[in-house]
């Protein structure tokens, strides 16, 4: 388990310095190409608006910082926040970015896991994780980080979990490390034997043409291929393979964006991205 967590750390931290030679401002997708990443910026910046319009004076846990996308975000909108990621790489690029921005408030970052969080219980009116739990593939590490959330949120505050959610039976994504939990599975993740109440559920990305792809590219790579990416060692066939899926997906991704813009918040269960709105509720008897 140790050796697999190790180089799931070091694909974090060499996609940190590709995103930071980059200039890229998201890194949604770190192994896309095109408009892949500001098409899922978009869609999860829409649907995180009235939270971040909300955050004005909010002590704010930003888990998974990565660049500090979101980070830099609710500063805008005048929160006070502590970025934390497990990539050094991610933390320093978050720094560096925040250092160069024009914005006065500053964000504190630190090195840590969700599993394993170094701060006091309740400490937080919110925590927020943004397509990162996803990445937590082991369901005993997944709870970990859950409970994690919830210590460190004060009660009457928020837990915000943007995350893939197919509702469907759980596989592992080829390119990088990925835990399709369904919803059902998110929301007892978070609220089971636990004080927490789900508040709402919202869609994020219909990907009405993307998602075929997405179907058919498990068609056309294996554990094998997915490995190899990990360690840079990826074949020509893969990289080809690869090539094509993208320049298809850029279309259809630019095809589809009006259509999730307009239904996503009609047609939740049809998402593949999901909103959860938690509340931690009050401790006492």
Same mark, same amino acid.
Not at 55 to 74: F, M, T
Not at 150 to 170: A, F, Q, T
Not at 209 to 230: C, I, V
């Given at each position: ?36 990443n500001w098409y899922s910026d978009i869609l999860q910046k829409t649907a995180l608006k009235p939270i971040l319009d909300a955050a004005k004076g ?36 978050? +720094?560096?970015?925040? %250092?160069? =921005?024009? &914005? ?6 630190? *090195? ?112 094998? +291929?997915?490995?190899? %990416?990990? =360690?840079? &060692? ?6 080809? *393979? ?20 307009a239904l996503r918040a009609k047609l939740v269960d049809r998402c593949a991205h999901k909103l959860f709105v938690f509340k931690k509720l009050d401790e006492s008897p």
């Amino acid at each position: 388990m140790k050796a697999s967590q190790d180089k799931f750390k070091d694909f974090w931290e060499a996609t940190a310095k590709r995103f930071a030679t980059s200039g890229f401002k998201a890194v949604c997708t770190p192994t896309s190409i095109g408009l892949v990443n500001w098409y899922s910026d978009i869609l999860q910046k829409t649907a995180l608006k009235p939270i971040l319009d909300a955050a004005k004076g909010a002590w704010v846990l930003d888990i998974g910082c990565g660049v500090g996308r979101w980070s830099s975000r609710l500063l805008k909108a005048n929160a006070n926040v502590i970025g934390i990621d497990f990539a050094e790489n991610m933390v320093r690029e978050a +720094e560096r970015r925040q %250092q160069a =921005s024009n &914005n006065e408030a500053r964000a504190q970052f630190a *090195i840590a896991t969700a599993q394993d969080l170094p701060f006091k219980d309740s400490m937080f009116d919110c925590a927020l994780s943004v397509t990162v739990l996803q990445h937590v593939v082991d369901d005993g590490e997944a709870k970990k980080s859950a409970l994690e959330l919830i210590r460190v949120v004060k009660p009457g505050g928020k837990i915000i979990v943007l995350e893939i959610s197919l509702d469907r039976k759980r596989q592992i994504a080829l390119d990088f490390p990925t835990a399709f939990r369904s919803t059902a599975e998110w929301i007892e993740l978070f609220t089971q034997g636990q004080k927490v109440e789900l508040q709402r559920i919202e869609g994020v990305d219909l990907s009405i043409f993307a998602k075929p792809l997405y179907q058919m590219k498990s068609k056309f790579t294996s554990g094998k +291929e997915y490995a190899s %990416q990990l =360690s840079g &060692n990826a074949s020509v066939k893969f990289a080809i *393979i690869k090539g094509t899926y993208y320049v298809l997906l850029n279309i259809a991704i630019f095809l589809s964006l009006p259509f999730d813009l307009a239904l996503r918040a009609k047609l939740v269960d049809r998402c593949a991205h999901k909103l959860f709105v938690f509340k931690k509720l009050d401790e006492s008897p």
